[in-house]
DNA sequence: AATCCAAAAAGTGTTGACACTTTGTGGATG
DNA sequence: CATCCACAAAGTGTCAACACTTTTTGGATT
């Protein structure tokens, strides 16, 4: 995600900051100090400030003259947000990985997918990257791992839940595989479209549930 | 687009480059200089690397150390690549917005679709960016209009022609529209997917015949 | 004339200082 | 005791100067 070299201690920096929202020493929608944050790194605020502009122009932050810059926060609506523009964006991206990878990189993909335990959650959106990396349209690769996986990953990482995850993801995405193999790309995309979308309801579910309970208490 | 008020001058010198690219004074892939932009805003270059940095976040500009920033270029490739990512994101807005969408709501913009004239290239966005405004999503609508769109329309702004643009399109906004009103969000993405998949396949009938002309010349 | 190298010029990266805004604090007032 | 206001403290916004990198220039060499 971020450029190897770090030529520039913007960069830098930014990449400190990411590390510090990774491991939650930052929560979402904590604030960002550009003093705190310039000392600690030991460097002035200008880099500090250039890092955050650039989080700000990704979505990462938002911000309001003359306040603290905050964390931008995934509340349950955004997760499920998120979920309906993914629906859309992956079966797009399985669609064309359908017919951009090679035989080689679907059979290596069959392969690692048997070997490795279903139930590891970083798995789960391996397959997803891995497509996405495939699909051969950079914009949609950017997209999904540039920004909503990332987002995706932040969230899981505060609440101890892992969004729409369930039980039998394991067993669609063997099916999705198997449709890539034999190059029918209306399939894939098909039961891409499903497995997020079931997703996604189990999200709505959650969040129903939430507000019976709200409205009840 | 921008927020209404500008009390930095990081956002004012935001809006004026955006100004610049949109005049086509700054052309595509052209260099931004911060010292110049500096003289002209009237500012010193603090600004100026902060709005620079912010537009690089969004993707508008490209940057490596010690060079000076680069305008995004799109190439053809690139113009079929938002294509293919709209097919599936609009299908999905579309799907969103057939039920999100009030009845008045949906008989205002039939109502204005009659009476505009239909060759407008600006009315043409126009119903997309209307449905991306209704479909309820807010990470989708922002995707389509604070960046596909903003980009598809520096784009027209330079290569006279309009990407996609074919005479049909008329009569295929009119088709969405009225599964909208019949509450078919299923006929309603099936219709969008269409519209946006045969401007793409235009698109690439283009790309075909640059490319086979340049293998002849 | 063409090539190569050093110095100058132009441009970007970083810093510390200063100006402005917001937030917190403490005392005077009712 | 509560409220309000002035003042200090903290934090953000902007600037001008300096350091570093890249590009250009101009001449020396072949």
Redesign the interface.
Known sequence: MLDGQE??I??RVMREIFSLLLSGEIPLGGQLNEVALAERFQVSR?PV???V???????LVLKE??LKARVVSLSLP?VI??F??R???E??AVR?ATTAMSDDELDEMLSSFDTTAASDSAIDLDLHVRIAEGCG????R??LCDELYYLLRLYRARSGNRPGRRGDAFAEHWQILRAMRARDAQLAESLMRAHIGRATRSLQDVLIAEQDNSSKG
């Open positions: 030529r520039t913007v960069d200008g400030r250039e890092a502009k650039q989080l700000q122009g990704r979505g003259p003359y955004e947000e998120v309906q523009l629906e859309a964006v079966g797009m064309l349209n950079d914009r949609i950017r997209l």
